[in-house]
């Protein structure tokens, strides 16, 4: 199991479901974590800054420049 770094909430994520770098939230608390390593999960919490250029580089990929 993986807690929350910030809250503690279990955030239910498995090895399977989830790449090194990727970025998930707490559903809990809302904070966002980048997971680091997969075996075990281990998260970093992320700066704002890195979402919003991880969300420019995702729209990039799309096509979407809107």
């Known amino acids: 199991m993986v807690y929350c770094p910030e809250c503690e909430f279990n955030l ?3 090895e399977d479901d989830v790449d090194e770098g990727e970025i998930v939230s707490c559903p809990e608390c809302g904070s966002d974590f980048e997971v680091i390593t997969l075996n075990p999960i281990e998260l970093k919490p992320v700066e704002e800054e890195e979402i919003i250029d991880e969300e ?7 096509g979407d420049y809107s």
């Not at 420019?56 to 799309?62: F, G, N, P, R, S």
């Open 56 to 62: 420019e580089e995702t729209e990039a990929e799309d």
């Open 12 to 14: 239910d994520i498995e």
